[in-house]
């Protein structure tokens, strides 16, 4: 497909990376509805249900069930610009790399290999919380009644925004940005090597 | 040449530039070379050709928010204070951190590389001493520097027009190749900086804007502060690691984190370092000289471990540059996220008019020097978001894009005074992962940083206006006092670290000689900004690079005997 920005999305390149990973199908629903309120519809900005975030978030919180986990993308291109697409094969971890993930992610559970500085609570355990307390009606309420309670925990909130933020705007192979559309809606190309910009892209006036 | 009983010439700890640079010069010279990196290999294959591994990416989601180049501040947390009276720390995490992989902070810098000027090596000389700080000459000028910068430019790559600035150093040439493309918002600002007075240039940049030492010109992907280039078209330090690797002399060794530099019973010799892989074995690697290279935060840190260097002085005079940042917002979009990262620099702030000097006098000072003014633009979508408020305001925000896409920036690289109070030392409480004490920063920029600050942002506040922004606003990083925020990381942004292991004439006074060995252990060099005794106002990689090749450079050559008084015969 070709958008204003003048770069083609290839629908191969941009298939969707969600697998359910961690999130149950409820706990899903929730994050999607909250994170919609956290980055809404708005003209032609998709909202971040339309765009995937609860997938990006969940793939980030499944990541070790994938091997090698869904961590840091692969390189050097991913086919949207040229070249042949190889974002989606993710890079293996170092041992360090892998014990700082899984602190991260799942929290330090008591093992003094992930407690060198106190304990640790995991981003797994976190969302399961926090979506608990957000509540099994959330999807049914009001948007003002969704704000309430997502303000009630502005910690959690915190950081539901900056992973929505990340999911909204991040390459489509970490299973947000669905088929690139946040970029498109913001006039942003994405990666763009190795086809580039021209000179005349870079010094003249749009 | 290698001595049976060692297991190389020289063993060099870091392979950012300075690293790199002493690798090139002594592989060159025959010497046999290990190099150790406690982070991991995304540069390059270490077999031969050499090639890129194919890691590095437009990809904003892994370089910035998931530390790929690491160090990863859960396994490396540093701490901050402002002062001695602040308790143990103010902020556990993110402390000014430059990329822990093979190829350094080289790996992600976008490349602006300025020389200093004459006068930056006579500070104390030539403008004198200002109260509260410990200003010095350098122990040697820009003369003798001259080579070794045009070395650099000409190994790393770096592409300006040399009749441009005309308050530049001499040089002995151009550069090796002509400016890239200028970026659309720094033509707007500079074209506005000329019609007030001011004298902006192309900035040199360490960026191909034609093929180059085998690597292609740059096609302007954007992904470049804070990115690798996917294509090669930064030749820091890749062009130097390659071409050491390519003598067969030297050996990369990444994953292997030094935990001490290992003396002789003397302890005056150093005999090698012991490192950790990355299973946590422990190794040993024997040299003749050992090259500490792993940055003004590390490098200082690894000597205190080793009990290497002058104890009064060492992690002693940390300096950054107090950056001021001008905003100005426009009413149409400036693709900012196209191209090199900065285009044009301005040095008017580093030589004092009759304002700035009447300025100073006004705030009881006998002068003050800002730094650069880089022309630049914002960065990627996800740095723009996190910046926004969540909810309705998000979306149409991210619409307009104030920042990304309408906002250029002027950044001014005050220069820092060095202070013995600001220092890097040990944290009595939080460890890293091998369960060693962090390395703690403690800092106040000197009065005179914020009031150049001051003088100078409202000038440039000016310029944005007149370039056609039609808002603007300006901070510092760190931020002056009046403007914290309660909670708010303190922490200083730049990237520029140095001064940390000082070199001078004086052994009481200083870490490192002229010749960068430490005074102590004297087969120990230091070839990085540790060794810098002044910040000046401009980037310090090209000085490190060029510092680093005189360095190395002696220690092939003629190596001249120090006298017991400390002296150095002229080199």
């Not at chain 2, 998000?394 to 220069?415: C, I, K, N, Y």
Request: proline letters at 8%; a negative charge; charged letters at 25%.
């Amino acid at each position: 497909m070709n958008d204003d920005t003048g770069v083609r999305f290839p629908p191969e390149a941009i298939a969707s990376a969600a697998v359910p990973s961690f999130l149950t199908d409820d706990e899903l629903r929730t994050l999607a509805a909250a994170t919609d309120r956290l980055v809404p519809p708005l003209d032609d900005h998709p909202g971040a249900a339309a765009l995937g975030v609860a997938d990006y978030v969940d793939t980030l919180l499944g990541a070790f069930t994938f091997d090698p986990p869904r961590i840091f993308a692969g390189g050097p291109f991913s086919g949207r610009a040229g070249g042949d697409a190889s974002f989606a094969d993710f890079l293996p971890l170092s041992p360090l790399e892998e014990l700082a993930w899984r602190t991260r992610i799942e929290g330090s559970r008591g093992d003094p290999a992930r407690e060198f500085n106190g304990p640790v609570v995991g981003w797994q355990e976190r969302y399961r919380a926090g979506l608990a307390a957000l509540g099994a009606d959330f999807t049914d309420q009001a948007a003002e009644e969704q704000d309430r309670r997502l303000d009630a925990d502005p910690a959690f909130k915190a950081l539901c925004y900056e992973h929505a933020c990340e999911g909204a705007y991040s390459a489509p192979e970490y299973g947000g940005n669905r088929d690139g559309a946040g970029w498109r809606a913001i006039r942003f190309a994405g990666d763009v090597q190795p086809r580039g910009y021209t000179d005349e892209e870079v010094s003249g006036r749009d | 040449m290698t001595d049976a009983a060692r297991d190389c010439d020289v063993v060099i700890v870091g392979t950012g530039p300075g690293g790199a640079t002493a690798a090139h010069v002594l592989t060159q010279a025959g010497r046999s070379v290990v190099m150790l990196d406690k982070g991991r290999n995304h540069l390059l294959a270490l077999d031969a050709p050499f090639g890129p591994l194919g890691h590095v990416s437009n990809d904003e989601l892994k370089f910035t928010r998931r530390h790929f180049l690491g160090p990863d501040p859960l396994l490396e947390p540093r701490t901050y204070r402002d002062t001695d009276e602040d308790g143990d720390h103010l902020w556990v995490g993110d402390v000014n951190n430059l990329p822990s992989t093979v190829g350094g902070g080289g790996f992600h810098a976008d490349g602006k590389l300025p020389r200093f000027r004459e006068v930056d090596f006579r500070a104390r000389s030539e403008l004198g001493p200002i109260e509260g700080a410990d200003i010095v000459d350098w122990p040697f000028g820009y003369d003798e520097l001259e080579p070794y910068y045009a070395e650099a430019e000409r190994l790393v790559g770096v592409a300006g027009d040399h009749t441009a600035n005309p308050f530049a150093a001499w040089r002995s040439g151009p550069y090796p190749m002509p400016p890239g493309p200028d970026m659309f918002c720094a033509t707007l600002t500079a074209a506005a900086a000329a019609r007030l007075g001011y004298h902006p240039y192309q900035a040199p940049t360490g960026v191909n804007s034609v093929e180059y030492d085998g690597r292609p010109a740059c096609n302007n992907c954007g992904f470049c502060a804070f990115y690798g280039c996917p294509i090669e078209a930064k030749g820091d330090p890749v062009g130097l690691l390659r071409a050491a690797l390519h003598t067969g002399r030297c050996e990369i060794r990444p994953e292997a984190n030094v935990t001490e530099i290992v003396l002789d019973a003397t302890g005056k010799r150093a005999r090698g370092v012991r490192y950790l892989d990355a299973t946590g074995s422990v190794h040993e690697v024997t040299a003749e000289h050992v090259v500490v290279a792993c940055g003004a935060f590390e490098s200082p840190r690894l000597l205190m471990r080793s009990g290497v260097g002058n104890p009064e002085v060492v992690g002693r005079y940390l300096m950054y540059h107090l950056q001021t940042l001008v905003l100005g917002l426009f009413p149409f979009r400036l693709h900012a996220h196209r191209g090199r990262a900065v285009t044009h620099l301005m040095d008017d702030p580093i030589v004092p008019d009759a304002e700035a000097l009447a300025a100073a006098r006004a705030a009881g000072l006998p002068y003050f020097r800002g730094g650069i003014v880089e022309h630049g633009g914002a960065g990627q979508p996800i740095m723009e978001a996190v910046h926004l408020p969540a909810g309705e305001l998000h979306s149409r925000l991210m619409l307009e894009s104030p920042m990304r896409d309408s906002m250029a920036a002027f950044t001014m690289q005050g220069e820092d005074l060095p202070q013995a109070t600001n220092r890097i030392d040990l944290d009595p409480r939080v460890r890293d992962v091998w369960g060693r004490p962090a390395g703690r920063v403690t800092y106040s920029p000197h009065r005179h940083d914020a009031v150049c600050a001051t003088h100078w942002a409202p000038r440039l506040e000016a310029v944005m206006k007149d370039a056609g922004a039609h808002t603007t606003f300006w901070v510092t990083s760190p931020p002056l006092r009046a403007h914290r925020r309660p909670g708010a990381d303190p922490t200083p942004t730049s990237r520029h670290v140095m001064g940390t292991a000082r070199m001078g004439v004086d052994p009481r006074a200083s870490v490192c000689d002229p010749h960068q060995r430490t005074w102590d252990v004297d087969n120990v060099l230091v070839t990085d900004s540790s060794v810098f005794p002044t910040s000046t106002g401009y980037g310090p990689t090209l000085t490190i690079v060029a510092t680093a090749l005189r360095a190395a450079s002696l220690l092939v050559g003629a190596s001249p005997t120090r006298s017991p008084d400390g002296d150095l015969p002229e080199s």
